[in-house]
């Protein structure tokens, strides 16, 4: 895939930006001290909206993947979670998420430096949540040299996907149950068609839960994936049960002589 011209065009401002200053989401301040951090913005309060406002969060322990300051899993927490996980590559997205909790005396939230799988030794089957604003494209790690190490920007681009692929595979066995666990995501267009090709690698689906455009003519997403033969099996119930309804409905019909409507809505309902 091309490099993203509107990412490089936003990494060259942020690297360019004086350190340090605070971004306010919903009230709190997070410190930016170092111009590789990546700063929360629209895109994550409009989750943080969204979380809130349906209710995903509420009484849930709730995983923040590529957490970077940690706006959703410390705002989660402070809003009704029950306690939020978070993990990021960036040491100093971290630093910053460490300093928010400390200065708000959260008590509810940890974060730790590192990929997805660092989480599994303490937090495998404890989460019943899973959020993550995952970069905003993808490149190969044989095109792009250099890259793995520029912590900035890997907020843009998931180097082979590893955030999306952690979110999809790994991130799955921090599910208290896998069965019902619900993964919700921020997506633009372009990510859109990483998560259908992900979705159908790992035997999973998405639907796009809500849409916005957070600048004029550029929509995004908030997405909810889960595992395909999780909803199939769910149809099948369904289906089942309206088999069954339709032969309770049938059989009434014959015993009463099939004319009598009002027994037929009670069937119905
Ligand atoms: C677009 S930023 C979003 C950060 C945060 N969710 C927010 O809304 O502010 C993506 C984050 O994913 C992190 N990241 C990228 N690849 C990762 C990986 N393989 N494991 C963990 N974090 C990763 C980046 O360091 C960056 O902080």
Known sequence: MPRNKDADGYIKHLKSL????????????FPIEDTDVYPPGKLTEMF????????IIEGKVVADLGCGCYALGIIAAMNGA???????????AIDCAKQV?????ITNAVVIHGEIASLLPS???????????PPWDSVTSDTVVGLESDVLERAFYDVDDSLLRGVMCEGRELYKDKSVGKTYITSSQRVLERVEKLCAENEMQF??????EIELGNPHYILCLSKKEEEKKVEEIIDDHQNV???LLISSQENVGGNDSSFCCCAIM
């Open 123 to 133: 937090y495998s089957g404890a989460v019943d949540v899973i959020l993550s604003g």
């Open 82 to 92: 029950q306690m939020a996980i978070g993990a990021d590559i960036n040491s100093k």
């Open 101 to 105: 909790i400390a200065r708000e005396g």
């Open 207 to 212: 639907k796009i839960v809500k849409e916005e």
């Open 18 to 29: 004086n350190v340090p200053y605070n971004v306010n989401i919903k009230g709190i301040d």
């Open 48 to 55: 943080i909206d969204y979380i809130i406002k349906e209710k």
């Open 245 to 247: 309804e339709l032969d």
